[in-house]
C-alpha cells in the first residue's frame, strides 16, 4: 500500500525534503536532495482550506456563505482577499478596466449631448 509524500513535517511541520525514491518498473532507487511537490493549497491554514471548502459549497457565492459562516459580506470578503493573496495573487489586479466612463456618459446625457438611447449603448458596451 502506498500512502501519500506528507506535505509538512508530522512532528514540527517544517519543510519535507524527499532523499530517496525508488521506480519500481525499472528496480532502481534515486538518491538526492528532490522537492517535494506542492500543491497551491499546500500553503493555506486549516481556517483558510475550511473557508475554500465553504466557499465551493456555496458556489462561490458570498452572499450564501453568511448564513453557514456566521458572518457580513464584507468580512466574508476579506477573508477571500486573505486567501488570494496566501495563494500569491493580488486581488482585483487582473480585473479589466472599464471600458467605458460610465460618470461621462451619464454627464453627457444630462447635458443633452447624447440621446438615451446612445447612452444606453454606451453603457451596455456598444459602440
Known amino acids: 500500500m502506498l500512502l501519500p509524500l506528507p506535505q509538512r513535517c508530522p512532528?514540527?511541520?517544517?519543510?519535507?525534503?524527499?532523499t530517496r525514491f525508488y521506480s519500481p518498473s525499472a528496480d532502481i532507487s534515486y538518491e538526492g536532495r528532490f522537492a517535494a511537490p506542492q500543491p497551491p493549497f499546500a500553503q493555506l491554514t486549516a481556517d483558510q482550506l475550511r473557508f475554500i471548502e465553504v466557499f465551493v459549497r456555496n458556489e462561490g457565492k458570498l452572499n450564501r456563505m453568511e448564513d453557514d459562516l456566521g458572518l457580513s459580506y464584507p468580512t466574508?470578503?476579506?477573508?477571500?482577499?486573505?486567501v488570494i493573496r496566501a495563494l500569491g495573487y493580488e486581488p482585483g489586479?487582473?480585473?479589466?478596466?472599464?471600458?467605458?466612463d460610465r460618470t461621462a456618459v451619464l454627464a453627457?446625457?444630462?447635458?443633452?449631448?447624447?440621446?438615451?438611447?446612445?447612452?444606453?449603448?454606451?453603457?451596455?458596451?456598444?459602440?
Open 93 to 100: 489586479k487582473d480585473e479589466p478596466a472599464p471600458a467605458v
Open 11 to 18: 512532528l514540527t511541520g517544517g519543510e519535507i525534503v524527499v
Open 108 to 127: 453627457d446625457l444630462d447635458a443633452g449631448k447624447i440621446s438615451f438611447e446612445d447612452a444606453m449603448k454606451l453603457l451596455e458596451g456598444g459602440d
Open 76 to 82: 466574508i470578503r476579506s477573508r477571500l482577499h486573505e
